[in-house]
């Protein structure tokens, strides 16, 4: 099956810095979301960005389906911006219409 | 409509016990999927319901796993015999459907302890 890879696995920021989390895909895909997990196991849909570029506030996300990679930006992190960030892809030409395929994940900690 | 609802939040149960957990999509959306959570692991699919008719089945879902959709509203998973193995985050989706498919959203999770 398609293969997701998230970089970094972790990250640690102080509040107000900036970063950027990475998402490669080894296939051709019709959808591409992150999703952002608290520390209670919600998962949130942050952005729907098979391809393009998209802002969101203080997050931002752009997908460069030619290249197979998405990136998710956060400006001026705040506290509550600590979980994990998961992408998540569906393949074109998928036998299950809708099937989602996870990375590993960011793991990501906003210290004050 | 508060979003997708799955219940019971959390589950601790004796190796060999059944379990069976519920999830309420939001109403109008007519495709559902379940997936499992394993500690440091991205969500993996385990199966979907176009309104009440399974359509497919992931390997991961053993003879021990059923799921049923009836009438196409809310959907159960029942767990058979239950392993260590089986604790896990139990994740309920549902979307719209149609030909574009949206964000997904997801409910709060059952998150099953076998002792």
């Known amino acids: 099956g398609i293969q997701v890879e998230q970089s970094p696995p972790d990250l640690i920021l102080q509040e107000g810095a900036n970063s950027t989390l990475r998402c490669n895909f080894s296939d051709s895909v019709n959808n591409l979301q992150w999703f952002h997990q608290n520390p209670w196991g919600q998962l949130i849909n942050l952005f729907y960005i098979p391809s393009g570029t998209k802002q969101n506030g203080r997050l931002s996300a752009t997908t460069v389906a030619t290249e197979r990679y998405s990136l998710l930006y956060i400006s001026s992190s705040q506290t509550t911006d600590s979980g994990v960030y998961f992408c998540a892809v569906e393949p074109q030409g998928g036998s299950t219409l809708g099937r989602l395929y996870f990375g590993r994940g960011t793991q990501l900690t906003v210290w004050p | 409509d508060t979003g997708v609802s799955q219940d019971p939040r959390h589950k601790i149960t004796k190796r060999g016990q059944n379990v069976t957990f519920r999830c309420d999509p939001i109403s109008e959306h007519n495709r559902l999927y379940w997936y499992r959570q394993t500690l440091g692991q991205g969500p993996e699919f385990l199966t979907y319901?176009?309104?009440?008719?399974?359509?497919?089945k992931s390997r991961l879902l053993s003879d021990r796993f059923s799921a049923e959709r009836p009438k196409g509203s809310f959907s159960t998973l029942e767990i058979q015999r239950t392993e260590q193995g089986d604790s896990a985050m139990y994740l309920c989706?549902?979307?719209?459907?149609?030909?574009?498919?949206?964000?997904?959203?997801f409910g709060s999770g059952t998150r099953l302890t076998v002792v």
């Open positions: 989706a549902s979307t719209p459907g149609g030909q574009v498919n949206y964000g997904y959203t």
């Open positions: 319901f176009q309104n009440e008719a399974q359509l497919e």
